[in-house]
C-alpha cells in the first residue's frame, strides 16, 4: 500500500471514491473546521487504520 498518496492508498483498500468524498463531507459537516482538517489531512494513520478495519469488517 502506498500510503505517500492518499488518493492511491483509497484506492488500493477498494474504498469508492464517491463513498470516500461522502464520509470528507460528512466529517467537515460534523466537526469544527480545524479539527475535521486535521483529521481529513493526515496521511498514514487514518489510512492505516482505514485498512485494518476494512478487513475486520470483512472478516467479519
Known sequence: ??????????EQLGVNRLAHAAIVGVLKD????????????????????????RRRWLAG
Request: proline share 6%; no cysteine; net charge positive.
Open 30 to 53: 460534523a466537526l469544527p473546521a480545524t479539527q475535521a482538517g486535521l483529521l481529513v489531512g493526515l496521511r498514514h494513520r487514518p489510512v492505516a487504520r482505514l485498512s485494518g478495519t
Open 1 to 10: 500500500m502506498d500510503l505517500g498518496d492518499r488518493a492511491k492508498a483509497v
